[in-house]
C-alpha cells in the first residue's frame, strides 16, 4: 500500500491542471494526459545571483512575487529583436525558474518549440495572427510588451499579498490564514491566459494578470491561492495509509475539487461578471446554462453516491460529473450555501467536501430551490467515508 504521501503528489498534481480560465488549449491541457506522473516541486530560487543584462534585473525576486521568469522571457526577446543569439545563460534563467522548470519535468513544456516560436515572433516580428495558441499567446506578449514591463515593475512594488489576503478572509478559517504564509505568487508565459495553483504555489500568466489586476488587484490570484490552501489541509485531512488507486479516495479528491471551486468562485466570479469586467465574455462563455448543467450533474452524481462505490478513474469523474474542472455544478452549489446563510458554517471547516454536500442539501431546503437535493442514501455514504477517510478538524 503506497503512502498518502504518494497520492498527495499524484493529486497534488491533478489540482496543478485546475484551469479557471480556460479560454484556449493551454499546458494545463497538456499536463492533463499524463496525470500518472507525479511531478516535483521545485519550488527553490535556482537563480538567486543578480545578473543584469540589457537593463533588466533578473533576479527581482521577492519573497512574495516572483516575476524572475518574464524577466527572463523579456530578455529573450531584446536578443531575438536585434537578431542576436540568446545565450546558454539566458535560456537556463528562463527554464530553471522553478514553474518552468517544474512544467519541463512534468512534459508539459516543450523547449524546442518554445524556443522557436519566441525566434519566429520577436525576430521575423510575425504580423499575422497564428493559428497555433501558443505562438499566438506570444504574438500578444510582444504587442504589449511596454505594457507587460510596466505590470511586473508594478506587481514588485503593489500591496498584492495583502489584497490576497483581504479577498480570502471571508472564505478561510483563521487556523489557515496567515499573511505571511500565504503560497508565493509566479508570474510566466503559461501559454494561454490562465491562472493555477499547486502546494505552496501560484501560477499567474502574466498576460491574464496584467488585465484582471488593473480591474481587481489580487482577485483571480486569491482564488488560486485559495486552491493551493485549501487543497493542503484537505490532503492533511487525509488519514494515513489510503492507496492513490482507492476508488474511495480518488472519489474524495474528486469532490473535494468541487466544494473547493463552489467556494473559491464566490471570491472572483462576482466581480469578474460584472460588466467592465476585462473577462466578462469568457465569464459568459464559462457560465452558461450552468444552472441547467449542475442540475443534470447534480442528479448524476447522487446515483453514482447512492451505487456505494465507485471505480472510475480520475480524468473521467471530471468529464462525466462536471465541467470546466469542477466549476460546474461547485460554483451553483456555493452560490446556494451563501443564499441560505450557511457560508459561516461551511468556512469552519473548508477543506471538509462531505460538509460542503451536507451544507448543499440543508440550502436548497432553506432556499426552496428547484435544485435537486442528494438522497438520503448519498449523504448517508458520505458521512461513511468521512468517518473512514478522515481525521477531526
Ligand atoms: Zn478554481
Redesign the pocket.
Known amino acids: 500500500m503506497k503512502s498518502k504521501c504518494i497520492s498527495l503528489h499524484i493529486f497534488t498534481f491533478i489540482l496543478l491542471v ?1 484551469i ?1 480560465i480556460p479560454y484556449t488549449p493551454s499546458y494545463s491541457q497538456t499536463q492533463n494526459k499524463s496525470t500518472s506522473q507525479p511531478v516535483k516541486y521545485n519550488t527553490k530560487e535556482k537563480n538567486t545571483k543578480p545578473i543584469s543584462t540589457n537593463g533588466k534585473n533578473l533576479a527581482a525576486v521577492t519573497d512574495f512575487v516572483d516575476v524572475s521568469a518574464v524577466k527572463a522571457y523579456f530578455v529573450i526577446a531584446d536578443r531575438f529583436k536585434v537578431h542576436q543569439k540568446p545565450s546558454a545563460k539566458e535560456w537556463a534563467s528562463l527554464f530553471n525558474s522553478p514553474v518552468h522548470a517544474m512544467m519541463i519535468t512534468a512534459g508539459a513544456l516543450d523547449t524546442t518549440k518554445f524556443k522557436h516560436a519566441m525566434q519566429t515572433v520577436y525576430e521575423n516580428g510575425t504580423t499575422n495572427t497564428p493559428t497555433d495558441p501558443e505562438l499566438a499567446h506570444h504574438l500578444k506578449y510582444q504587442k504589449l510588451e511596454k505594457q507587460l514591463l510596466a505590470h511586473i515593475s508594478f506587481l514588485e512594488s503593489s500591496s498584492i499579498q495583502q489584497n490576497i489576503f483581504n479577498y480570502l478572509q471571508p472564505f478561510l478559517p483563521p487556523r489557515l490564514l496567515a499573511k505571511n504564509k500565504l503560497p508565493k505568487q509566479y508570474y510566466i508565459f503559461y501559454g494561454n491566459e490562465d491562472a493555477t ?1 499547486g502546494p505552496g504555489m501560484v501560477i499567474n500568466d502574466l498576460l491574464l494578470s496584467y488585465k484582471i489586476d488593473g480591474y481587481k488587484l489580487g482577485i483571480l490570484s486569491a ?2 491561492t ?2 493551493a490552501v485549501v487543497s493542503e489541509a484537505f490532503a492533511n485531512l487525509l488519514k494515513d495509509g489510503f492507496s492513490n488507486q482507492d476508488p474511495n479516495a480518488i472519489l474524495l479528491y474528486f469532490l473535494s475539487n468541487i466544494s ?2 463552489g467556494v ?2 464566490l471570491i472572483d466570479k462576482p466581480a469578474l461578471t460584472q460588466s467592465g469586467s476585462p473577462v466578462l465574455q469568457e465569464m459568459k462563455a464559462l457560465t452558461e446554462n450552468e444552472t441547467i448543467l449542475s442540475k443534470q450533474y447534480i442528479t448524476k452524481l447522487d446515483s453514482l453516491l447512492q451505487a456505494k462505490g465507485t471505480n472510475i478513474d480520475y480524468n473521467l469523474l471530471f468529464q462525466g460529473f462536471s465541467k470546466n ?3 460546474i455544478p461547485g460554483r451553483v452549489m456555493g452560490q446556494a450555501i451563501k443564499q441560505a446563510g450557511l457560508l459561516s458554517v461551511l468556512i469552519r471547516s473548508v477543506e471538509d467536501p462531505v460538509s460542503f454536500f451536507e451544507l448543499y442539501n440543508q440550502a436548497i431546503q432553506k432556499n426552496k430551490s428547484e435544485l435537486p437535493l442528494f438522497s438520503e442514501i448519498s449523504i448517508a455514504y458520505l458521512k461513511q467515508l468521512k468517518e473512514r477517510y478522515f481525521k477531526q478538524i
Do not use: K, L, M, V
Open positions: 485546475c479557471t495553483a482564488h488560486e485559495f486552491h473547493q471551486e473559491a468562485d474542472g469542477g466549476h
